[in-house]
């Protein structure tokens, strides 16, 4: 009688394979996939414990919670990819909060057919972008849908943090002789993402700011400046979140156009298309609004950090009942700075 | 960015303030109308009023092809993608204007689910490539804009011809800057009541590098008021004031050139032929908010009638009557201010635009609304 | 109303073709509206086609009639409320 020989497993065709059905049924098919393209690479002590869920060590403080899903097309683009933005992204969200960010959860939607060398990329990203971050991706979760049904993969990722008693970083917290504080140069993830679109195809050297701001945030708080809100302004640029603060505390601001640090090849990739900056996304900017006497000690405390080195001072908070973002523009004149009415699109007028 | 950046200085602003303050006499008020919407979105954007004396009044004109494109044309592009299923190819702006049942461009591209049908383009030459990538699908491009944005449709056409592509055609919605302004100072309140007060023109930068300033001579004798072609960046528009501000004073009424680093009287005679080689005028066409204009719009020719879409495909142009409260034709010509009309900010904002002054973003009421509203008190955020 | 950029032309290609740079933006554009255009050369770009040459002398002409005005009015400024 021969003896049973060991199954051969052929391991996952990384450079040629493909995303299958068979691979969110949840079989041996889903388990390989975890195993070889998952869990090895987000190497944390958790995922590989076989459990749908993490069991976590108790923390001390409130918790905080955020999740965010991922949907930018392309999925890999200069300075970044679909991977990394959503580990930052939502690293960032539970950072804004005051919060110390712990833990990650990643859950993927992926589209029959899609390359595993691409996804494999990603997941790599992934968790380059959590070590860096010290933000391990402790559970996850993968469904596949129909070819055709999805655009090769979303991502939704979860964060868990801890704040400590004390800090009440909050959108209605902009007071009257406030300022307002930005990290660094608007604009470059939109238009990095832009210049990548078929049509519209610029050759320039914009990258993504993708990055993880809770150490800024640490460097921010440890300044003790009297910060009152701090938020990260993504999808619709700094106006959208300059509005949305304006309206939760009840407040107006005026910024100074020429005060607003910008790079070159934005501000040229933007007057091609006849876009406006202050509506372009950020990935990896923070917006602060800061008690006015302490802007000064906290603007020196940011410049220190490697990811706010270009913060700038770019206007303050007084009283207006309509709650107007306003400014005062490099020419001396005022306008408004409104709420964006829909996404921009490139003009020709 | 060279050229563009020495024109938006502060300094040199502060000084044409102080010029223009001088100029202007303090007895009397001065109407001007920026025809070209791109100077409507400078002004508004900079915030040049704030550096003009009160007594210095813009009028925003209807010089945004978005604006006066009729709602019916907007239809007939809906309809080639939904019913013939040809791919759409349109420029940014038309993409969110409102048409008939509900649809816009880009609404219907949502209902037909997928991008294959609708697409924004930024260059007439992204839709001749499209055409040539899909050779078994019909790809129509919306040809919409001033003089400035027809030349590029010409050299597109007669590609296509020079290639003998099967499957590219053109939905031409192109209009003349010279019929417009006509129209305005045709008007009875502009000519015989004077209800509508202008004293001067600025005239359109990029359309008059291809135009030249030559066409403006006739408005400037005919008429009476002098024209200042001005370029497109706050100081050029500061400076074209002055110009203005001097003509009217000195009883003049004369085209001056601001705009002299690209424009010439002659304007952009290579273009201006590749024009007339493949579109000819029609005899009339209906304007949104001015209605019907002779002699003020182009149709393709008949030798490059494979080429036309209304020729090849069952679309006919119908008549879309605006919203009764909409007031856009009076601002358009002028008479009427965005802040003045009864659904300005309340029915018709940005994100619900009833007319097409608020469509796009350089159209009056949409630039105020964007820009300026903080000086209407009355209107909520 | 039409968005057009000033542009560096910084290569010619075939197919009256070129590249041109904006702050370090580059994009490919049409040539065939305008002729006898080098490199080096400013042309004013819409919607993917070069419409003129912008004459870089008259632009520096501009620029320096709008500081001349600037100055005299500013100087009379001063002058009546001295």
């Not at chain 1, 590989?48 to 905080?64: F, K, M």
Request: glycine share 10%; net charge neutral.
């Amino acid at each position: 009688m021969s003896p049973l020989r060991k199954a051969y497993a052929r391991p996952l065709d990384l450079r040629q394979g493909r995303v299958e059905m068979a691979h969110g049924s949840g079989g041996r098919a889903m388990a390989q996939l975890i195993d070889e393209l998952f869990a090895s690479r987000l190497g944390s002590p958790f995922p590989g414990q076989g459990n749908d869920a993490a069991v976590l060590p108790a923390a001390v403080g409130r918790l905080v919670v955020s999740t965010d899903s991922h949907v930018v097309s392309p999925l890999f683009f200069p300075g970044g990819d679909i991977g990394c933005l959503s580990v930052n992204g939502t690293i960032n969200d539970v950072a804004v909060m005051g919060a110390t960010p712990l833990y990650l959860a990643a859950s993927f939607i992926l589209e029959e057919g899609f390359p595993l060398a691409d996804l494999a990329r990603i997941v790599d990203s992934m968790a380059q972008a959590a070590t860096a971050a010290g933000v391990p991706v402790v559970t996850g979760d993968t469904k596949v849908v129909q070819q055709g049904k999805g655009d090769g993969v979303y991502i939704t990722t979860t964060g868990v943090g801890v704040v400590a008693d004390g800090d009440d970083w909050s959108g209605d917290r902009a007071r009257p002789g406030d300022r307002i504080i930005v990290s660094g140069g608007i604009g470059e993830h939109g238009m990095a993402i832009m210049a990548q679109r078929e049509s519209i195809g610029f050759a320039t050297d914009i990258v993504s700011d993708t990055a993880p701001l809770h150490g800024l945030i640490a460097a921010m708080r440890a300044s003790g400046a009297d910060i009152h809100v701090l938020r990260d302004p993504t999808r619709g640029g700094v106006a959208t979140t300059l509005n949305e603060i304006a309206r939760q505390s009840r407040v107006g601001m005026m910024l100074q156009e020429s005060a607003l640090p910008l790079q070159p090849q934005v501000a040229a990739a933007c007057e091609f298309l006849g876009l406006d900056p202050l509506y372009v996304a950020n990935e990896g900017k923070l917006l602060a609004i800061v008690a006015g006497d302490d802007a000064d000690r906290l603007l020196a405390a940011m410049h220190q950090h490697p990811l706010g080195q270009r913060a700038a001072l770019i206007g303050s908070v007084h009283r207006d009942a309509q709650c107007f973002v306003q400014m005062s523009t490099c020419l001396g004149g005022r306008r408004i700075v409104d709420w964006l009415s829909s996404d921009q699109l490139p003009r020709i007028c | 960015m060279k050229f563009i950046d020495e024109f938006r200085d502060r300094e040199l602003a502060g000084g044409l303030a102080a010029a223009i303050r001088q100029a202007a006499r303090q007895q009397r008020d001065y109407h001007f109308m920026e025809f070209c919407g791109g100077h409507t979105h400078a002004i508004a954007r900079y915030g040049v009023s704030d550096l003009l004396p009160a007594n210095v009044h813009m009028i925003h004109g209807p010089g945004c092809p978005v604006c006066v494109l009729p709602i019916g044309r907007i239809d007939m592009a809906i309809r080639l993608a939904v019913d013939a299923g040809v791919i759409l190819c349109s420029y940014g702006d038309p993409l969110r204007v409102p048409a008939s049942g509900g649809l816009s461009l880009l609404r219907a591209k949502a209902a037909l689910g997928g991008s294959g049908d609708i697409r924004m383009v930024y260059s007439a030459a992204d839709a001749l490539r499209l055409a040539r990538e899909n050779p078994q699908r019909q790809v129509v491009f919306f040809a919409i804009g001033f003089e400035t944005t027809t030349p590029p449709t010409a050299v597109v056409i007669r590609q296509a011809q020079a290639l003998g592509l099967k499957n590219f055609s053109v939905l031409c919605c192109h209009v003349l800057t010279p019929a417009a302004i006509a129209s305005i100072l045709e008007s009875p309140r502009v000519r015989q009541w004077g209800s509508v007060r202008i004293d001067g023109f600025i005239g359109p930068a990029h359309v008059s590098t291809i135009i030249g300033s030559r066409p403006y001579e006739f408005f400037a004798a005919e008429y009476r008021k002098p024209v200042v072609i001005a370029g497109f960046e706050p100081l050029d528009v500061m400076q074209a004031i002055l110009m203005l501000i001097g003509q009217v004073n000195a009883g003049r009424a004369v085209v001056e050139n601001e705009f002299a680093r690209a424009v010439t009287r002659d304007g952009n005679r290579k273009a201006q032929q590749l024009v007339a080689e493949v579109f000819e005028l029609r005899r009339s066409f209906a304007w949104r908010g001015l209605g019907e204009l002779p002699y003020s719009a182009l149709r393709i020719r008949r030798a490059f009638a494979d080429f036309d879409a209304e020729r090849r495909f069952p679309v006919s142009y119908q008549a879309v009557p605006d919203h009764p409260a909409c007031e856009c034709g009076a601002v358009l010509r002028g008479a009427r201010r965005p802040q003045d009309c009864r659904i300005f900010g309340s029915v018709c904002t940005p994100e619900n635009p009833v007319g097409s002054c608020m469509v796009s973003s350089e159209g009056a009421c949409a630039a105020h609304y964007s820009f300026g509203r903080f000086a209407d008190a009355a209107v909520a955020p | 109303m039409c968005l057009a950029l000033p542009c560096r032309i910084v290569e010619l290609l075939p197919g009256e073709q070129a590249m041109v740079d904006v702050a370090g933006v580059g994009r490919q554009i049409s040539l065939a509206l305008v002729e006898e255009v080098a490199v080096g050369d400013y042309v004013i770009v819409h919607v993917g086609y070069a419409l003129t040459r912008l004459d870089a002398d008259e632009a520096q002409r501009t620029l320096a009639l709008f500081a001349e005005l600037g100055q005299a009015a500013v100087q009379e400024t001063r002058a009546l409320s001295a």
